[in-house]
DNA sequence: AATATTTTGTCTATGTTTTGTATAAGTTTG
DNA sequence: CAAACTTATACAAAACATAGACAAAATATT
């Protein structure tokens, strides 16, 4: 697991001390006599050390205990103490490792995670899936997240519902586990302070999540400030949430076409109630299906990531204008 | 323009002292020497600090506590400083707390917040909701702030809404808000090793979630590790979600009573499916209604709170007894 | 093997910076 | 008016800094 590098977090001699099991004096003296670590400086004079620093010594300090000279490995990298200490648990070989990091390409990075993400949803394992999410997120960084796996990964759920290999609790259970990571993806880019508004939901009788989930994740990202109601929910509570938040666009997202006409007329309703100033946008596997109201209420229909994120951007812009102008 | 400066809450310096455990003199210097603080002025000078401001330096209490100089740490954000609060936490987690604020005290700090998360769940204000959550869990705790806040605030929201003070669409939003909490109330306590397993779901028909949410909150604070599926699920489903986690627990929460006999079918059908080894928890504000069913079928109705985590602790126990005996 | 040299951890002496607290004198608030 | 707040300044303990000394251990040389 990649510890968060914290270039915030900094730390003065007595706490390096501590944690590292280097007395402060010989940790000065490691520094005087062989540049071992290289602290910045307070006005006053003081050392400030990072986590890197701290690791580098207690990895120093357990070299030297196993026999190994402190002049001879105080410059090494921090990798190369890493593969020394290590080594020697095993043999007595010490070879200085080259440690270069394979130069994977993302879209590899994102199929793996895909795969095991995909496997940890099959094998119901919550747990695992959000801790998947999360290493994901740290090497992907959120957009790639979004674009490269969670995206896909919905898909592929939808799909294998379809075919009987995965069950509605599945997706249930994703659905959870992706609502809390949320929370990290939101403090990852706050959002600015005169950001637009807009609403995300599913109309009555849609049950499914997954798709107004990852608009409402893909829009926060972009920018907006999202308030997310969940699933199913009738076209007045829609619209009053519209009216309390005074959102300039709504969101739906319709995955399961169904033969009767609920969705169409909740639609029909949910235009009439919110007007013509707030702009609705509908998106989802199934939102094909419904192209005739779509176009009668006169709603695009989204054609994907990259369409989506441009007319995120489009209203954005268009925001900006009408509130700064 | 409400940003993120809380126009609400506003609190006098002595007031600050003692609910941050900051002396006043020191917040002053904490001001002066490192800017760890910005508080408004009144018109004649005082200082006026916020929730944030509060929750701000408690957190930096405890981190110089910890060993940590305050000038490399007085500018740190909010999200940074839990961050060092958490990983040092995992080290010396048996640590006498020293600062304890009152349990009266607590009391006092939680009716405020409740009354502020409240207002803004009135005002449909979901950015505000998070902020007072994640400043009351820092003063707090987690564990109080279920107790004394969550609890109560979700019976107070679970009464208006029946007045008609609040629309299902305000519940929706909290719950959503409250899902993304869940994130951080996870990793504020980590879960054990071979920790009993639980599903919290809601029978087909209870589209209220806020039940559930709080009995998998409290419950993932007790030690268990949770699988939590949001509501309205048919029996099958989360039989299933039983079966595939291996879970030897499954709570519902039933907060709306209806006169047809749905709730009462799928319960037994629940009960069958998942067999006696499984223990079959009901809680939830309208589950005294089904009485008949539950001891029917052998269920005993949860009593609130304290009931609820005795229960939990006892099936741990329990838990722990088949599994390492 | 005996002797010399280098490495390495620790210690001392002396001065500076950091940090919590205290005091004095004036201002705002209820 | 009293209580609580303000600023400004002062002060002392704790922590840190540098420079140099010193002895045990490791290594090299005779």
Known sequence: MTVTNDDTAQ?????????????????????????????????????????????RLKLLNQATNNGHSISQIAQLS???????????????????????????????IAEDYNNKCYAAVLAFDAQALESHFENAIVELGSEAFIELLLSPLLSKIGERWKTGELRPVHEHMTS?????????????????????????????????????????????????????????????????????????????????ASEDNIVAKELRRIKKLIGNDVTLIVGGRAASHYQGVLSEIGVPNIQGYSHFKEILK????????????
Chains 1, 2 share one sequence.
Request: charged content about 20%; hydrophobic content about 40%; aromatic content about 6%.
């Open 176 to 256: 959870s586990v992706i609502r809390s990571l949320t929370y990290i993806l939101r403090n990852n880019n706050p959002c600015p302070a005169n950001a637009p508004r807009m609403i995300v939901s599913t109309p009555i009788g849609q049950l499914h999540e997954l798709g107004a989930l990852l608009a409402a994740i893909m829009a926060e990202l972009c920018g907006w400030q999202i308030t997310y109601l969940g699933a199913n929910l009738p076209a007045e509570e829609i619209a009053a949430a519209v009216k309390y938040t005074n959102a300039c666009a709504l969101t739906l997202s319709i995955s399961f």
């Open 314 to 325: 489009q209203l954005a812009d268009q925001h900006h204008k009408t509130t700064n102008g």
């Open 78 to 108: 921090l990798d190369d103490l890493k593969q020394l200490i290590k080594n020697e648990s095993i043999t007595n070989a010490l070879e200085p490792a080259v440690n270069e990091t394979s130069i994977r390409d993302k879209y590899q």
């Open 11 to 55: 730390y003065l001699i007595k706490t390096v001390s501590k944690r590292s099991g280097v007395k402060s004096d010989l940790v000065r003296a490691w520094e005087r006599r062989y540049q071992a670590v290289s602290p910045v400086r307070t006005s006053g004079g003081h050392r400030v050390y990072t986590d890197q620093d701290i690791a």
